[in-house]
């Protein structure tokens, strides 16, 4: 029987974007998110994936309209779908609002006006596209920006404000990353804090754009720690540590 040969190399040789990101280091935790030791970035997400510290944030303009990107078509992992503010991976040993807010930087151009912790989320979903595995304790942070995104755009297609009823047609009609769903569902009550319209909080928005009860991803919510808005660092620059 004949061998597919390109099915057959690593997959860094595969696609030459992978190559970038093969001396990346992410940072290995236990599921009480301690430390447990590190990984190449690409060796974490393969199959059946290990369990790795990220975060992901949500950040939303003054009308109360949340900020979603659409991956770049160029990216290996989960390329052009559409996604939430920002999401990545901290070094080892960075503190993940450091992290956050030096990608938020380095994908749109411009950093939040405010920035705050929301919680962590645990979960392992695969990527139908790519075939890596989302296993993942992620920290997550909402916030307010304020100026008008410049997306870098290798990492960013397009950006787009949404309402929730905005949100819920482009659910309907563009696919969104595999771990979107999980972090959206975690950080609804906090949209809900930032602004005055109550309408992200009493209903979910999945693929069909349906409305109901939060499933049971909510319930994998640990820890959920709340702090006061943190002043962003200033002197923030772009990076190499791609998702």
């Not at 979960?123 to 995104?149: C, K, M, W």
């Not at 975690?186 to 009860?213: D, K």
């Amino acid at each position: 029987m004949a061998t597919n040969a390109a099915a057959t190399r690593p997959l860094h040789e595969q696609d030459p974007s992978v190559a970038a990101t093969q001396h990346i280091l992410v940072e290995l935790v236990n599921e009480e998110g301690i430390a447990t030791g590190t990984s190449e970035k690409i060796a974490a997400h393969q199959s059946p994936g290990r369990l790795h510290r990220a975060f992901s944030v949500f950040l939303l303009d003054p009308h109360g309209q949340l900020l979603l990107q659409r991956r770049a078509t160029s990216k290996y992992h989960s390329p052009g779908v559409w996604s939430n503010t920002c999401c990545g991976h901290p070094s080892p040993a960075e503190p993940p609002f450091i992290a956050a807010t030096r990608r938020i930087v380095a994908e749109l151009g411009v950093p939040p006006a405010v920035l705050s912790e929301a919680g962590t989320v645990t979960y392992d979903h695969a990527d139908p596209i790519s075939g890596l595995v989302e296993r993942e304790y992620n920290h997550l942070f909402t916030g307010l920006i304020r100026q008008t995104p410049r997306p870098a755009p290798e990492e960013v297609s397009e950006v787009i404000f949404a309402d929730p009823d905005e949100l819920a047609r482009l659910r309907q009609s563009h696919p969104f990353s595999t771990w979107f769903d999980t972090v959206f569902e975690a950080v609804r009550p906090q949209l809900r804090e930032l602004t005055v319209a109550s309408a992200w909080l009493p209903r979910r928005i999945g693929r069909s754009g349906r409305t109901g009860a939060a499933d049971a991803r909510v319930q994998r919510i640990q820890r959920v720690r709340r702090a006061g808005s943190w002043p962003v660092p200033a002197g923030t620059a772009p990076d190499s540590s791609l998702r």
